[in-house]
């Protein structure tokens, strides 16, 4: 029997699963060796565990591929010198190495997925899809990812929730703090 010392922690003391799943997208994409975009991503099943997470990063193999960006002159010429022919985006990865069924399941990722993920979303039978931001909104990628989740009935949410998260690797006993909105 438990003592009143030992009591649960109240619900405001804990990360809701939304939290835990978005923190976890921000801390994998830190494993990207883009120096300009870092995104994880991580899909979760129906009943609420991680099936798989991944960064955008080059193909196995692939890895002397250039990153550059070069966003305004995606002109025939220029493309080949840039990363966006050759990418893996953070939610294809993650897609692709979940273990187990994600059909139902929700992609929790940190931006908004392009048209081409939308569309592996869809085919995958994944249902809903959290993101952290949309800074590209206005580009076709987005619109077209939008108009996708829209006709094919699957749930895109921005993610709301905490204001701030700290991981203090030095102390054991409370190494994270965090702030909600």
């Known amino acids: 029997m438990a003592s009143e010392s030992e009591e649960a922690r109240p619900e ?21 060796k883009d120096p300009n975009t870092q995104v994880g991503a991580c ?7 991680i099936l798989g997470s991944g960064y955008n990063k080059m193909p196995n193999g692939c ?43 929700t992609v929790y990722t940190t931006l908004f997925p392009c048209y081409e993920c939308a569309k ?3 085919q995958s ?9 949309d800074r590209y909104e206005e580009d076709t990628e987005s619109q077209g990812a939008r108009k996708l ?14 204001k701030d998260l700290v991981i203090d690797f030095t102390n054991p006993r409370t190494p994270l703090k965090f702030m909600r909105e």
């Open 125 to 133: 039978g994944i249902k809903k899809v959290v993101y952290f931001t």
């Open 43 to 49: 899909v979760v099943d129906v009943k609420g565990s």
């Open 63 to 105: 890895e002397s591929l250039p990153w550059s960006r070069n966003h305004k002159h995606r002109d025939h010429e220029t493309v080949l010198y840039t990363k966006y022919p050759y990418v893996c985006h953070a939610v294809l990865n993650a897609i692709i190495s979940s273990k187990g069924g994600v059909e139902g399941g």
């Open 149 to 162: 989740f829209e006709t094919a009935e699957i749930d895109h949410i921005e993610f709301s929730g905490l």
């Open 12 to 32: 405001s003391a804990l990360l809701s699963s939304d939290e835990c799943f978005m923190a976890h997208c921000l801390i994998v994409a830190q494993q990207s």
């Open 120 to 122: 592996l979303i869809i």
